[in-house]
């Protein structure tokens, strides 16, 4: 899911290298049928602080989806700025995979959201939810609200936050390289975290560590399906456990737009999460050399997107970014 400061450890899988079954559609999901290992046809299943629903997203919402997503412009981000160096003895690294950020855009050189001190200068106000992606993500609040123990909701708690990850393979030289994994870690946002997966199905597990580079204790493994839901929260799988993604599957055949250079997408994860509002600021707001940092993204990003062209030029105008 998400992408984040492996802790303790990132831990890989190098799945298959075999190519997609012949005659796969080039984006889009297989029909299920092809696929007897799914779970789809379960039904929603959950356990205190745990929800996964295998079908979540209808045929007509994941077409809407994938006509969206084609729009897009992902972006691959270093993991390191001048404000935020590598440590002693690292260097400068690309992210695994390319992303794209919803609701606020949380810069890996701005070393994400991590209360209670990394709170200031994190978040940057970014595109608003497409309307499929608002009403799913509505019906997940109301989900959590109905299941989840009210002691694990906090106050103002809304998913007003979405990294989009994508995964698939790096292609370097004409090889492939999968990239279709996640290493250990734990999203620090408060509250519960909704996940969307699309495409084909991922291994995800809670894992406990006891220190940097101990075997991880699998607590509970969960496939992923295409167009499932997962929903987590509560003392037992935020704050004692970590997830990962162990290795995306190549069953289905599936493919996925944008086209990105360099980069071939078989599943795309949405994970919704919770930052308070007072704590995601407009571009124009950050710091000057918090703003310095993430400015050559900006750049990037605002030819394709109307909303970062604004945000870009309020910025170098120093004039208030009027909310989207």
Same mark, same amino acid.
């Given at each position: 899911?998400?992408?984040?400061?492996?802790?303790?450890?990132? +831990?890989?899988?190098?799945?298959?290298?075999?190519?997609?079954?012949?005659?796969?559609? %080039?984006? #889009?999901?297989?029909?299920?049928?092809?696929?007897?290992?799914?779970?789809?046809?379960?039904? %929603?299943?959950?356990?205190?602080?745990?929800?996964?629903?295998?079908?979540? &997203?209808? !045929?007509?919402?994941?077409?809407?989806?994938?006509?969206?997503?084609? +729009?897009?412009?992902?972006i691959w981000e270093?993991?390191?700025?001048?404000?935020?160096?590598?440590?002693?003895?690292?260097?400068?690294?690309?992210?695994?995979?390319? &992303?794209?950020?919803?609701?606020? =855009?949380?810069?890996?050189?701005?070393?994400?959201?991590?209360?209670?001190?990394?709170?200031?200068?994190?978040?940057?106000?970014? !595109? %608003?939810?497409?309307?499929?992606?608002?009403?799913? &993500?509505?019906?997940? !609040?109301?989900?959590?609200?109905?299941?989840?123990?009210?002691?694990?909701?906090?106050?103002? =708690?809304?998913?007003?936050?979405?990294?989009?990850?994508?995964?698939?393979?790096?292609?370097?030289?004409?090889?492939?390289?999968?990239?279709?994994?996640?290493?250990?870690?734990?999203?620090?946002?408060?509250?519960?975290?909704?996940?969307?997966?699309?495409?084909?199905?991922?291994?995800?597990?809670?894992?406990?560590?006891?220190?940097? #580079?101990?075997?991880?204790?699998?607590?509970?493994?969960?496939?992923?399906?295409d167009r499932s839901?997962?929903?987590?929260?509560?003392?037992?799988?935020?704050?004692?456990?970590?997830?990962?993604?162990?290795?995306?599957?190549?069953?289905?055949?599936?493919?996925?737009?944008?086209?990105? %250079? #360099?980069?071939?997408?078989?599943?795309?994860?949405? +994970?919704?999460?919770?930052?308070?509002?007072?704590?995601? &600021?407009?571009?124009?707001?950050?710091?000057?050399?918090?703003?310095?940092d993430v400015r050559?993204?900006?750049?990037?990003?605002?030819?394709?997107?109307?909303?970062?062209?604004?945000?870009?030029?309020?910025?170098?105008?120093?004039?208030?970014?009027?909310?989207?």
């Amino acid at each position: 899911m998400s992408a984040r400061r492996p802790q303790p450890r990132a +831990t890989g899988y190098r799945a298959s290298q075999k190519p997609g079954r012949p005659g796969a559609p %080039p984006y #889009g999901g297989a029909d299920r049928t092809a696929r007897p290992w799914s779970s789809a046809s379960a039904g %929603p299943r959950n356990r205190q602080g745990l929800y996964y629903d295998p079908a979540y &997203v209808s !045929e007509t919402d994941d077409r809407e989806i994938r006509e969206w997503l084609a +729009t897009l412009h992902p972006i691959w981000e270093e993991r390191y700025s001048s404000r935020n160096p590598p440590p002693p003895g690292q260097q400068q690294r690309r992210l695994l995979r390319p &992303v794209y950020w919803l609701g606020n =855009w949380q810069f890996a050189c701005l070393d994400y959201y991590h209360p209670p001190q990394g709170i200031l200068n994190r978040c940057v106000a970014a !595109e %608003p939810y497409p309307a499929v992606l608002a009403r799913l &993500v509505a019906r997940a !609040e109301e989900i959590t609200r109905k299941r989840f123990s009210p002691a694990d909701i906090p106050a103002g =708690w809304h998913l007003n936050t979405c990294l989009v990850n994508f995964y698939g393979d790096r292609i370097e030289e004409g090889r492939r390289i999968d990239a279709a994994r996640v290493g250990e870690h734990k999203d620090f946002e408060p509250g519960p975290v909704a996940s969307i997966s699309l495409g084909e199905r991922a291994l995800f597990q809670f894992v406990r560590s006891a220190r940097r #580079g101990d075997q991880a204790d699998v607590v509970h493994p969960q496939w992923l399906d295409d167009r499932s839901l997962l929903i987590f929260g509560g003392e037992q799988w935020k704050s004692r456990t970590f997830h990962r993604v162990l290795r995306v599957d190549r069953r289905a055949g599936c493919r996925f737009a944008p086209e990105i %250079p #360099g980069f071939e997408t078989r599943r795309v994860n949405f +994970t919704f999460r919770f930052v308070p509002d007072e704590h995601i &600021v407009p571009l124009a707001e950050l710091t000057p050399d918090a703003r310095a940092d993430v400015r050559g993204y900006i750049e990037e990003l605002a030819p394709y997107s109307a909303f970062f062209r604004d945000a870009l030029a309020r910025a170098d105008a120093k004039l208030p970014e009027r909310a989207p």
